[in-house]
């Protein structure tokens, strides 16, 4: 084996990629470091309560997020079920049918809307979106509510039973969350072996039935991880979510009806009116989301590395 005797130049390269990886966790590693901190007189007052306590009254010592986290997670989950079918149906269009000439304008268009910040979709959803969905939610609502609870609206069929709810939440996140899917699973899609291609197309294969049995295939495990980085970041929206809802400190089983919650908008909401306490209360609870997406982005990137398309050695 031939190796070239590594100049001054390339020591000095290497060391400066050395520290700017090693800052990434060190970086990630103070920002735990200070939600423990702060956040550990509210801990030590409730203990392992804070996660199974639905109550916030810091006042009362007798608070947690237990009814937060389930809605945030909820909102999540609405938004992917809306974000991933766009989102593959787009990628799939921009890489195998989209005219050449085309296909670099929407590529742009999809960076850009992952450059619009998030007030802006949470002011659109809240001004925008939210009159005009409403007839929707309520036809949704009237004949579904009965044969699917979830979906039941139980405070009476007025217009603000239907407004600020954990659905309308979602549909806001999940135009946060398109652009992040599309872009990589755009880029998994776009490395499916040229040979592979070519021998759909000499069997027979028409495009569509190429890409459904080499395309899509191929970029299963990055699509995976694509969706789950999708996850993790609609877990920690905070400015669109506290725009639109209307905070109800209790557990959503009604996704339709007025009134949700999460973790962020709970922090962005209450952090101005907090004492000592109250403030420590939401480092905690800060502290819970920067794990839970932590490990959400962790599984991530593990689903990427041992996907196919995820690897970097081609067959």
């Known amino acids: 084996m031939i190796t070239a005797p590594a100049t001054p130049g390339d020591r000095?390269?290497?060391?400066?990629?050395?520290?700017?990886?090693?800052?990434?966790?060190?970086?990630?590693?103070?920002i735990a470091f200070f939600l423990v901190l702060r956040g550990a007189s509210a801990l030590s007052e409730v203990g392992w309560s804070f996660l199974?306590?639905?109550?916030?009254q810091t006042q009362a010592h007798n608070?947690?997020?237990?009814?937060?986290?389930?809605?945030?997670?909820?909102?999540?989950?609405i938004a992917l079920v809306i974000a991933v079918p766009v989102s593959l149906a787009t990628a799939v269009f921009i890489s195998e049918y989209a005219p050449v000439r085309l296909r670099a304008t929407l590529v742009s268009l999809v960076d850009l809307?992952?450059?619009?910040?998030?007030?802006?979709?949470?002011?659109?959803?809240?001004?925008?979106?939210?009159?005009?969905?409403?007839g929707f939610v309520r036809w949704t609502a009237n004949h579904l509510g009965d044969a699917i609870p979830f979906l039941k609206v139980r405070t009476g069929d007025i217009g603000?039973?239907?407004?600020?709810?954990?659905?309308?939440?979602?549909?806001?996140?999940s135009l946060m969350i398109i652009p992040i899917v599309t872009s990589l699973s755009r880029e998994v899609f776009s490395q499916a072996p040229q040979g592979e291609r070519e021998g759909a197309y000499?069997?027979?294969?028409?495009?569509w039935g190429m890409v459904r049995t080499v395309v899509l295939p191929f970029g299963r495990g990055g699509v995976i991880g694509a969706v789950m980085l999708g996850f993790g970041r609609a877990m920690g929206e905070t400015i669109a979510?506290?725009?639109?809802?209307?905070?109800?400190?209790?557990?959503?089983?009604?996704?339709?009806?007025?009134?949700?919650?999460?973790?962020?908008?709970?922090?962005?909401?209450?952090?101005?009116?907090?004492?000592?306490?109250?403030?420590?209360?939401?480092?905690?609870?800060?502290?819970?989301?920067?794990?839970?997406?932590?490990?959400?982005?962790?599984?991530?990137?593990?689903?990427?590395?041992?996907?196919?398309?995820?690897?970097?050695?081609?067959?």
């Open 113 to 134: 809307m992952a450059a619009i910040p998030s007030i802006v979709y949470g002011l659109w959803g809240l001004f925008f979106l939210q009159p005009r969905i409403i």
């Open 63 to 77: 608070f947690g997020i237990a009814a937060v986290l389930p809605n945030g997670l909820l909102i999540a989950v």
């Open 241 to 315: 979510v506290a725009l639109i809802i209307s905070p109800n400190f209790k557990a959503i089983t009604h996704v339709l009806e007025n009134g949700a919650n999460s973790i962020s908008a709970l922090i962005a909401l209450r952090f101005g009116e907090s004492d000592d306490l109250s403030l420590s209360a939401l480092m905690a609870a800060g502290l819970v989301l920067f794990g839970l997406t932590l490990l959400v982005n962790l599984a991530a990137g593990f689903v990427i590395n041992r996907s196919r398309s995820g690897a970097s050695t081609a067959d």
């Open 52 to 56: 199974t306590e639905q109550k916030w």
């Open 12 to 30: 000095v390269f290497r060391g400066v990629l050395r520290v700017a990886g090693l800052s990434v966790f060190a970086i990630m590693g103070l």
């Open 202 to 207: 000499a069997l027979g294969s028409t495009r």
């Open 160 to 173: 603000t039973s239907y407004t600020s709810s954990t659905f309308i939440a979602g549909v806001v996140v």
